[in-house]
Each structure stands twice: as structure tokens, then as C-alpha cells.
């Protein structure tokens, strides 16, 4: 533990308010906040006065693992995850979907399954099946940030995808998703 760099860093004790509000009180916020929101809370729980400061506490925390800070796209940048697990929740929901009966959606699973194509509007669906079992629901920001995630993360890939010469798939958004990709079809 000693050895651990994490641990080397000599932390102003202002910050321990901070610190507590993610190990203990998730449940009372967001699971994906803004990082100006998130600064704010800072400077109302710890006294914290620049926003450099409040930067340095971010990303200590996401050092040991208490939230989740991407910095590397300015899709990400501005949103921090204070709930993580809630993240692997959504994402696993993705990676690892559940059939459904539900007639709607059976074609759309079929077609995730054996060509790794997955529709914005099945996307929806899971997460909203998968959150109304939390307490948790996903507002359109935050499945925004997860699309944008995604991307970066190059688990999805964004795609336009034609069933037969000019007709395209009728969503807003699909992407191919590698990981699911069971049956490539040469008339895709």
C-alpha cells in the first residue's frame, strides 16, 4: 500500500467532505454530473475557491477509482461519473443484452445478434428496461455521454447501414459493435 502513488500524494484535508459525498451518498445524485456542477459541490462542501483546485481534487479522486473523469474528447470533458458502478451497469447492459418478448424489439435483438448491429432505438430500449430497475432513471444527457463513451472507447463504431440498394435502416443512429459481431452477412 505504501509503494502505491496514490497513497504518496498528500491531500488537503478540506477535501475529506468530498471524498465521503462518493463513497457514501451516490444514491442522493446523478450517477454522471457536470464537471461545473461538481466544482461547485466542491467549493460548497470543502471551501475549495478555483476551479483548478477543484480539477486537482477530480482528478485525485479518479486516481483511486471513486469516479470517473475522461478528459481526452470534449464530448467527455465536461461530465464526470460519481456513480461507477452505475456505469458498468448500463454499459454491461449493452455488451450483454437480454432477448426480450416484447414484439417490438425481437427483430432488433435478432439483428444485434447476428450481425453485431446495434439500433439507437434498441440501445433506448435496454437501458430504460435495465434503469427502471434502479432508482436511477437515464435522462437523454446521460445516454448521450454513454453513446459518446462508447465511441471513444471504440466499442461502438458509428455506421450507416443500407438493407438493400437505397434503403437505409429507419433510426436515427446506429453503430456496429464488434463485440457482439457473431455473423457478418455480405449483403449488409
Known amino acids: 500500500v505504501n509503494k502505491d502513488p496514490a497513497m504518496q500524494v498528500q491531500v488537503p ?66 461530465n464526470v461519473v460519481i456513480d461507477v458502478e452505475w456505469l458498468l451497469t448500463v454499459t454491461s447492459a449493452l455488451l450483454h443484452p437480454l432477448s426480450t418478448s416484447d414484439k417490438e424489439f425481437k427483430d432488433h435483438f435478432r439483428f444485434l445478434h447476428t450481425h453485431g448491429i446495434l439500433l439507437e432505438s434498441l440501445a433506448m430500449h ?11 432513471l437515464m435522462t437523454d444527457e446521460q445516454r448521450q455521454f454513454l453513446f459518446n463513451l462508447m465511441e471513444h472507447l471504440s466499442v461502438f463504431f458509428p455506421t450507416t447501414i443500407k438493407m438493400s440498394p437505397g434503403k437505409a435502416i429507419p433510426h436515427s443512429r446506429v453503430w456496429l459493435c464488434p463485440s457482439l459481431l457473431q455473423h457478418c452477412d455480405d449483403s449488409l
Do not use: Y
Not at 435496454?126 to 436511477?136: D, E
Open 13 to 78: 484535508l478540506k477535501w475529506l467532505p468530498f471524498t465521503n459525498l462518493l463513497q457514501q451518498h451516490t444514491e442522493n445524485l446523478p450517477p454522471v454530473m457536470k464537471l461545473n456542477d461538481i466544482t461547485h459541490k466542491a467549493q460548497e462542501l470543502c471551501g475549495i475557491r478555483s476551479d483548478k483546485e477543484a480539477q486537482r481534487m477530480v482528478d485525485f479522486h479518479h486516481s483511486l477509482g471513486l469516479l470517473l473523469h475522461f478528459t481526452s474528447t470534449a464530448a467527455l470533458r465536461d
Open 126 to 136: 435496454i437501458w430504460s428496461t435495465r434503469c427502471s430497475q434502479s432508482s436511477k
